[in-house]
C-alpha cells in the first residue's frame, strides 16, 4: 500500500525509478537518523537522460527536467533504504553537480530538484542545499544529485 509520500508523487504525475546496483560502493548508508545517499544521475527507463554540458549540448529547460529525474532517484534509493518514503522527518542537504558549459549560469536548474523535494514534503522537504559546477561527469551526464535525509 502507497503512503501518502507516494500518493503525492503520483498526483504529480512522477514516477520514481528503478534503483541500480552499484559497483565498489552502496546506495545508501544509514547512521544513526541520517541516511546518505550516493549520487544520483538523471535516468528515464534505466537509461541515463540528457549528456553532455548544460549550455551546450543540454538546455536549461533538459537540465530542469534531469535535476527532477535524479530527486526521484534519491526518492527512489530512499524508499529501498527505509521502505517507506513517509518516515522522512526532513531533506537536510541536497548537494548537485553540474557539468556547465564554460560562461554558462546553470546553477538555477537545481532549483527544479528542490522544488521536488518541496512538492513531496512540504516543509520537511525544506534544506540546505550546494551546487558545484565541474567540466565532467561520469558518463558524459549533465548533473549528480546526492542528499542527506533524516529518517525515523
Not at 501518502?4 to 546506495?27: A, C, D, N, R
Not at 531533506?91 to 523535494?117: C, K, N, R, T, W
Not at 540546505?128 to 565541474?134: A, I, K, M, N, S
Request: hydrophobic share 45%.
Amino acid at each position: 500500500m502507497a503512503g501518502e509520500v507516494e500518493k503525492q508523487l503520483e498526483s504529480l504525475g512522477w514516477h520514481l525509478p528503478e534503483v541500480g546496483k552499484p559497483q565498489g560502493y552502496v546506495q545508501s548508508v544509514r547512521s544513526g537518523s541520517l541516511l546518505f545517499v550516493s549520487g544520483k544521475f538523471p535516468k528515464e527507463n534505466g537509461k541515463l537522460k540528457h549528456l553532455g554540458k548544460i549550455g551546450r549540448e543540454v538546455t536549461l529547460e533538459q537540465g530542469e527536467e534531469a535535476a527532477r529525474l535524479a530527486a526521484l532517484g534519491v526518492l527512489a534509493t530512499t524508499k529501498q533504504a527505509v521502505e517507506d518514503l513517509d518516515r522522512v522527518r526532513r531533506v537536510v542537504q541536497v548537494v548537485g553537480y553540474l557539468a556547465i558549459a564554460p560562461g554558462f549560469d546553470a546553477f538555477p536548474v537545481l532549483d527544479a530538484a528542490s522544488e521536488v523535494f518541496v512538492k513531496v514534503y512540504g516543509e520537511r522537504g525544506k534544506h540546505t542545499r550546494l551546487v558545484v559546477g565541474v567540466a565532467e561527469l561520469p558518463q558524459n551526464a549533465c548533473l549528480e544529485l546526492q542528499a542527506i535525509l533524516e529518517v525515523e
